[in-house]
């Protein structure tokens, strides 16, 4: 089995890029030759059996071109090295491939949004990569993407895959005590404002008439934003600021809010799972499918503020779960290879 995976920047530097990263890993180990097209290896592969294949660079604005300009590079290496035998599978907007993993929603879904080249360019990018004669097979990272793309996109909806969600790497936190008096609330993220966090806020404050000593710690962003908290209040929230380790922020909370308006997965949620710490997310986040009621709750995030808060007194109420959750880079890899096995049958 011959696997191409494309992604701009290769390595740990972020939710897409580890999902490729981490897949890579998996694939080489159960029999696969892969090969790796990027612009950027930012974290060499752990085997150097992992072939890097390095294009040149483009700029990084406008991300449209920027992406056009990829595309290209990687649709003039195909031609270059013609093959039968292989599944070039891209994580990126690009018009030769097989199979492509949506990560993120879709572009100005549901909004329509103004006129203009980059709205132009980038509907053109994802129609095409969506609608590709090349391409096999759709698989997003969760159902919330899986809609959308079956909406927007209703011609590409036979080749929309199950969801295949990323696995969780080993975080290493040593959890606080609890006391269910004293509960801090933990928000993290960098686009705080569509995570949620002016939600979190209203909903902290509901929670207070009922847990009085309730704290908020906040993590992802400059301790400088203005984020609407008075005098008072700020003596009982920390602000952690930008975090390069999740453990730092992790250790400090009791439960992870996170009603975000939209999130095409949310690894955040995950991640305090596998660690034991419970949850309250809104069901627009596409990791809120794997929230069982032994991991906590997920609400609306149109529901009030007092809804709300009763869910998070009703999910601290309940306790840490009794096993961590569990989701391997292994469970994605093997279903990826089905996909793959589908595609291109082993010689028998």
Known sequence: ????????????????????????????????????????????????????????????????????????????????????????????????HEITTIHSTLFNFPRKGLPGLRKYMNEYLERRELLSPSLKKIVPVSDVIEKQIKSKHPDSTSLVSLPIAPGVSEIKAKLKSFDPQKPIIGF????????????????????????????????????????????????????????????DFFEQIDLLLHPARIEAYGMVIAEAMSLGIPVACSNQCGASKEVSSDYGKTLDYDSTDSEWADCVASVLGAGRPEKPFQRSWKDACLEYRKIYQELKPSPS
């Open 1 to 96: 089995m011959e696997i191409v995976k494309v992604v701009k920047r290769y390595g740990l530097c972020g939710g897409m890029e580890e999902y490729a990263y981490r897949l890579s890993h998996e694939l080489l180990e159960r029999g696969a030759s892969v090969t790796i097209l990027t612009e950027r290896e930012m974290t060499k592969p752990k085997d150097p059996a992992i072939k890097i294949v390095r294009v040149q660079a483009s700029p990084i604005k406008p991300r449209w071109l920027s992406h056009l300009l990829f595309s290209r590079k990687i649709s003039e290496w195909a031609k270059r090295n013609p093959s039968e035998k292989r599944i070039i599978h891209s994580h990126e907007r690009i018009a030769c």
């Open 188 to 247: 993290i993220g960098k686009e705080w404002r569509r995570k949620g966090l002016p939600k979190v806020i209203a909903v902290w404050r509901k929670l207070r008439n009922h847990i009085p000593m309730a704290k908020l710690c906040l993590a992802g962003f400059s301790p400088s934003e203005e984020i609407g908290l008075s005098s008072e209040e700020k003596k009982h929230v920390r602000v952690l600021g930008w975090t390069e380790s999740k453990s």
